[in-house]
Nanobody, 119 residues
């Protein structure tokens, strides 16, 4: 089992910045993928950004150039630096972890942290 704990959400004005953090614990194996998804009211959960333990990263087109994902593999932390926030970024942001140690492992999810961007 893997436990994920997010922090850093909140209320910010449009154009502002926030940094989300997620700490993973439990049965952590490498290589793995950690990252962020989000879900706005009435919408499906969507990918924001993910990063592998090897250093590659993938971003949704809607956040490219504004958001940056980073990892501390030693401490099993993943961050999401969000700049230039827009009202449409308002959502619950979920941290995710997937092991690649023996093929694709199951997806683990945190409880989510609310990000609200006011116009």
């Amino acid at each position: 089992q893997v436990q994920l704990a997010e922090s850093g959400g909140g209320l910010v004005q449009a154009g502002g910045s926030l940094t989300l953090s997620c700490a993973a614990s439990g049965d952590i194996f490498s290589p793995n993928i950690m990252g962020w998804y989000r879900q706005a009211p009435g919408k499906q959960r969507e990918l924001v950004a993910v990063a592998s333990s090897g250093g590659s990263a993938n971003y949704a087109d809607s956040v490219k150039g504004r958001f940056t994902i980073s990892r501390d593999n030693a401490k099993i932390l993943v961050y999401l630096q969000m700049n230039g926030l827009k009202p449409e970024d308002t959502a619950v942001y979920y941290c995710t972890y997937k092991s690649l140690h023996h093929g694709l492992g199951p997806d683990y999810w945190g409880r989510g942290t609310q990000v609200t961007v006011s116009s």
